[in-house]
Each structure stands twice: as C-alpha cells, then as structure tokens.
T-cell receptor, first 115, second 115 residues
Framework: DAGVTQTPRHEVAEKGQTIILKCEPVSGHNDLFWYRQTKIQGLELLSYFRSKSLMEDGGAFKDRFKAEMLNSSFSTLKIQPTEPKDSAVYLC?????????????FGSGTRLTVL | GEQVEQLPSSLIVQEGASVLINCSYTDSASVYFPWYKQEPGKRLQFIIDIRSNMERKQTQRLTLLFDKKTKHLSLHITATQPGDSAIYFCSASLNYGSSGNKLIFGIGTLLSVKP
C-alpha cells in the first residue's frame, strides 16, 4: 500500500555532521508530524505541519532540528550539527485531517546513529 | 505542557490472560485519546480511541475506560495471544478541533505474551 515512506532506513553520522531525513506522506493527507522515538523518552514531538504550514516546532528541539515541507508530498528533517544524544529512531506520520481526529499513519522510521 | 504517563513499563503474561495498561495525563483540557501499538519491527498503528465525552469504548478484545475526573485511562486486553506482543502507546491531544493542537505520547508499555 502507498503508506508513509521514510528514507533512509538507517543513517550513521559522525558528531558534528549535518544529516537530512526524508518523508513522503500518504497522498492527500493534510497533516504531517515528525517524532523522535527512544526507549527512555518514548515518542517526542519534533514538528507538526498542517497544509504545509508549520504549526509546532518542537520547543526544546528548535536549535539544531529543522523540519521543512516545501510541497504537500515531501518533508525533510535536518539535524545540524548532530550529537551522539541524537541517536534514535525518527518517525514521520501523516493524517488526512488531524483536526477532525483522523488517525495518524506512521512510516517505518529512520534509525540514526551518531558516533 | 501536557504530559502522559503509562504504567507498567513492561508486562509479561501467559497466552489467554487479561492485561490492564494504565495511563494518566496532566492537562484537563485534553479531549481526545488515541492508542497505538507497535509490533516488533513494524510501524505504529492505531488500535482504539476515546473522546472526553465518553467513559468507555470497546472493540473486539480491547476495552478502553476513561475517567475525566482523575485524568486516567486504562486499556483492558482480554484473551491475549502471542500476536498481541507489542509496545502499546497512550496519547492525549488538546482540543483536536484546533489547528494548533498536538498529540503527546506516553513512553509505552511493552507487552509480551508467552504461548
């Protein structure tokens, strides 16, 4: 099925590098979310877009994390510069209409390891 | 901001047993509570939700109870099967009718069902 697609599946970076993670939401979905998943913190919200507009920029993640959505079918999450504590699984999710409590559809995630 | 706590963090049961996963949230303005599960190596997927004007919702072997007064939810799974083994996530959202809201997740409960 044409679900949420995330690339790459795995990424290894050296401390201080810039990395860009990519997400293609389900076609026609209006809402897109980026989450970080770790065993200790669970799922932490990084960014939320509605109809390509940034609605939530993740508070504590603002300084080195930047999500963009230049068109309705593609989003990127840039981490610059990376630190070892950024090692986690980064999840992208989309929803047809989150404001009407429509379900989130998640991608498989990108596992980032920062050395 | 909103915080969501889940207990227990992990659970091991024999096939056929019932389990209870508890969830509490802090912001009394939260109105919508979807639950997701993540099977090993798979994407998060929606399983059940409840809104703040309801007390109970049931679907197949899942029963979700909501107590607005105590800001507490509990997910009851009956007749567990090895295929139910997964991480279960509780989440809460403020006023899903607003475009500026966000979905906050708990840390998850790892359920292992032994055959």
């Amino acid at each position: 099925d044409a679900g949420v697609t995330q690339t790459p599946r795995h990424e290894v970076a050296e401390k201080g590098q810039t990395i860009i993670l990519k997400c293609e939401p389900v076609s026609g979905h209006n809402d897109l979310f980026w989450y970080r998943q770790t065993k200790i913190q669970g799922l932490e919200l990084l960014s939320y877009f509605r109809s390509k507009s940034l609605m939530e920029d993740g508070g504590a993640f603002k300084d080195r994390f930047k999500a963009e959505m230049l068109n309705s079918s593609f989003s990127t999450l840039k981490i610059q510069p990376t630190e070892p504590k950024d090692s986690a699984v980064y999840l992208c999710a989309s929803s047809p209409d989150w404001t009407s409590a429509e379900t989130l559809y998640f991608g498989s995630g990108t596992r980032l390891t920062v050395l | 901001g909103e915080q969501v706590e889940q207990l227990p963090s992990s659970l091991i049961v024999q096939e056929g047993a019932s389990v209870l996963i508890n969830c509490s949230y802090t912001d009394s303005a939260s109105v919508y509570f979807p639950w997701y599960k993540q099977e090993p190596g798979k994407r998060l997927q929606f399983i059940i939700d409840i809104r703040s004007n309801m007390e109970r919702k049931q679907t197949q072997r899942l029963t979700l109870l909501f107590d607005k007064k105590t800001k507490h939810l509990s997910l009851h799974i009956t007749a567990t099967q090895p295929g139910d083994s997964a991480i279960y996530f509780c989440s809460a959202s403020l006023n899903y009718g607003s475009s500026g809201n966000k979905l906050i997740f708990g840390i998850g409960t790892l359920l292992s069902v032994k055959p």
